[in-house]
C-alpha cells in the first residue's frame, strides 16, 4: 500500500536535547511538507521541499531543520533552540504541479 | 496573501441533526479550497475539494461544501449526523505561486455528536 510512515508515534526528550522526527513516502511524490499542529491553532507549516536537495522554510521554521537527500524521506530535527517544542508534528507530500496534500499518522513529541 | 476562518471552534450536534461547519475565506486569486478531517491522534484525511469546476463539492462520508463567491465561503454540510462523524474538521486554501503550492489552514472545529 501506498502512503505516509512516521515514527515513532509518540516521542519523549529531555529539553536542551536534539530530536529528529522521521517521515517517509512511497507514493514518489516530489513535495514534502513538515507542519506542527498545538491545540486550537491549527496546522502552521515548518519547512516544505518541492524537489530532493531542496527546501524552503515555511512560516515557523526557527529552531527546526530538515533534510532532503532522498526523495522518500524528509526528516526534522527538533533543536534546542526550539523554545516550545511539545506538539504533534505532521508530515505531509503532494505531486508537483498539484495541491492535495496527503498526511502522514503525526508524531507526537513531549519535552519533559 | 490568502487566510482561512473557521467560525466556532465546537459545535455539537445530536445524532441524526444536520451538520454545518462553516468556513470563511480570503484569498487575492481564485482559490483552491479543501475541507480535511482528524480523528483523535491521526492524521489528516481529505474530505473534499473546490477547484473551480462545480460550486457544490461532494466528498466522502456524505459530506459536501458549497462554493459562495460573493460570500467568501465554503461551508461543509451533513443532512444526517453519526456518531462515527465525531472529529476535527479543518477548511484551508491554497497557495499557488508556479508550482509551489502550500496549504493555509484554519484553526479548526471540534464536532461532537451526542446520541
Known amino acids: 500500500d501506498g502512503g505516509i510512515t512516521q515514527s515513532p508515534k509518540y516521542l519523549f526528550r529531555k529539553e536542551g536535547q536534539n530530536v529528529t522526527l522521521s517521515c517517509e513516502q512511497n507514493l514518489n511524490h516530489d513535495a514534502m511538507y513538515w507542519y506542527r499542529q498545538d491545540p486550537g491553532q491549527g496546522l502552521r507549516l515548518i519547512y516544505y521541499s518541492q524537489i530532493v536537495n531542496d527546501f524552503q522554510k515555511g512560516d515557523i521554521a526557527e529552531g527546526y531543520s530538515v533534510s532532503r537527500e532522498k526523495k522518500e524521506s524528509f526528516p526534522l530535527t527538533v533543536t534546542s533552540a526550539q523554545k516550545n517544542p511539545t506538539a504533534f508534528y505532521l508530515c505531509?507530500?503532494?505531486?508537483?504541479?498539484?495541491?492535495?496534500?496527503?498526511f502522514g499518522p503525526g508524531t507526537r513529541l513531549t519535552v519533559l | 496573501a490568502q487566510s482561512v476562518t473557521q467560525l466556532g471552534s465546537h459545535v455539537s450536534v445530536s445524532e441524526g441533526a444536520l451538520v454545518l461547519l462553516r468556513c470563511n475565506y480570503s484569498?487575492?486569486?481564485?482559490?483552491?479550497l479543501f475541507w480535511y478531517v482528524q480523528y483523535p491522534n491521526q492524521g489528516l484525511q481529505l474530505l473534499l475539494k473546490y477547484t473551480s469546476a462545480a460550486t457544490l463539492v461532494k466528498g466522502i462520508n456524505g459530506f459536501e461544501a458549497e462554493f459562495k463567491k460573493s460570500e467568501t465561503s465554503f461551508h461543509l454540510t451533513k443532512p444526517s449526523a453519526h456518531m462515527s462523524d465525531a472529529a476535527e474538521y479543518f477548511c484551508?486554501?491554497?497557495?499557488?505561486?508556479?508550482?509551489?503550492?502550500?496549504?493555509?489552514f484554519g484553526k479548526g472545529t471540534l464536532l461532537t455528536v451526542n446520541p
Open positions: 505531509a507530500s503532494n505531486e508537483r504541479g498539484t495541491d492535495t496534500q496527503y
Open positions: 484551508a486554501v491554497s497557495r499557488s505561486g508556479g508550482s509551489n503550492y502550500k496549504l493555509t
Open positions: 484569498s487575492s486569486v481564485p482559490p483552491y
